[in-house]
């Protein structure tokens, strides 16, 4: 993708349709966790539909206080849970920080296959639009906060995971191909039609990753999603949640969400940053963009083989052939 074409990239922080449904095991389960390690009574509980990768709920005490509780069995993201909670620890007096509760020197706890977590519950709007269309105050107040975190490497106890240019896309791509293989239907024809580009798009990307690989480049604290729907507008400011992909990596990882908003300036960014805007590399930003758009492609591909409803497999496909025409 040329530079000319950055004001058509599309970063889709959520996808309305697509957003797990309750189930009412796990939320029967949370019940006798919260007592026996928090010592919680629960008065109230309420599923909240916010995401695909965890199941979430806002939880009432008997003493009215409230609680927003997170239930994942994704792997990747439990084998990181510990060192983000650790981070967010760390850092909880940033303003803009919701850091989780400990009970007994532990901030998660097994349930069942996955991972119960807790924090205080914060009254406020989630912000549930595309960044691009994020008016000039809360750009101004993510821009002070990005620089917040990008200026926190030095300060950082937590042995994050740091970017290395590795991606496995070619290997994901042949395993979704040997399942869909054996599906039926309308996946198989979508598939072909699609794997010639889909291949010519992670090949650039593995060879702008091998280029990085050879070259210096800064790192820095990265959060690694700054989207709608990680962004809380609260009474006291803006709150950016869903830290499972902080790591230490470029500041284009971050500064790829707000780059097209036209509220947006580089040059305050640096400013705040008391660095020179001559560091900025805009082909990494473009890896960057790429590397959403492959993980965006390949990740609808695997959640369509697994089965949705009609309404949400459009949504899918319309997001698949989205990310693909903007490299055709």
């Given at each position: 993708m040329s530079l000319a074409q950055t004001s058509d990239f599309l970063i889709k922080p959520y996808k309305i349709g697509c957003m797990k449904a309750n189930d009412l095991k796990i939320q029967k389960g949370i019940f006798p966790l919260l007592e026996e390690k928090y010592s919680f009574k629960i008065k109230e509980i309420s599923f909240i539909p916010i995401g695909e990768e965890s199941f979430a709920y806002k939880v009432v005490t008997d003493n009215r206080h409230t609680y927003f509780i997170k239930y994942c069995e994704k792997q990747r993201v439990i084998d990181n849970l510990k060192t983000v909670n650790e981070l967010l620890l760390q850092i909880k007096n940033l303003d803009f920080v919701i850091s989780p509760i400990v009970s007994q020197g532990q901030t998660s706890f097994n349930l069942g296959p996955g991972q119960v977590y807790i924090f205080s519950f914060v009254e406020g709007e989630i912000i549930k639009r595309g960044n691009e269309?994020?008016?000039?105050?809360?750009?101004?107040?993510l821009t002070r906060i990005m620089v917040q975190i990008h200026k926190l490497k030095d300060k950082i106890k937590v042995a994050l995971p740091v970017e290395d240019f590795d991606d496995n896309y070619q290997e994901q791509l042949e395993k979704i191909k040997a399942q869909i293989r054996k599906?039926?239907?309308?996946?198989?024809?979508?598939?072909?039609?699609?794997?010639?580009?889909?291949?010519?798009?992670?090949?650039?990307q593995e060879s702008e990753a091998k280029?990085?690989?050879?070259?210096?480049?800064?790192f820095i604290l990265t959060h690694g999603?700054?989207?709608?729907?990680?962004?809380?507008?609260?009474?006291?400011?803006?709150?950016?949640?869903?830290?499972d992909g902080a790591m230490f990596a470029p500041a284009e990882k971050d500064i790829i969400f707000y780059y097209d908003n036209p509220n947006f300036s580089l040059d305050e960014y640096y400013r705040q940053m008391s660095r020179n805007k001559t560091l900025f590399d805009y082909t990494l930003m473009e890896y960057y963009r790429r590397q959403w758009a492959i993980e965006t492609i390949l990740g609808n591909f695997q959640t369509l083989l697994v089965g949705v409803s009609d309404e949400n497999r459009r949504?899918?496909?319309?997001?698949?052939n989205e990310y693909l025409n903007l490299y055709r």
């Open positions: 269309t994020f008016e000039k105050e809360i750009v101004s107040e599906s039926d239907g309308y996946l198989i024809d979508v598939f072909e039609d699609n794997e010639m580009l889909t291949r010519s798009i992670i090949k650039k280029r990085y690989k050879q070259q210096k480049t800064d999603d700054i989207t709608g729907r990680n962004i809380i507008r609260a009474s006291d400011g803006l709150k950016l949640v869903d830290w949504e899918y496909l319309g997001e698949l």
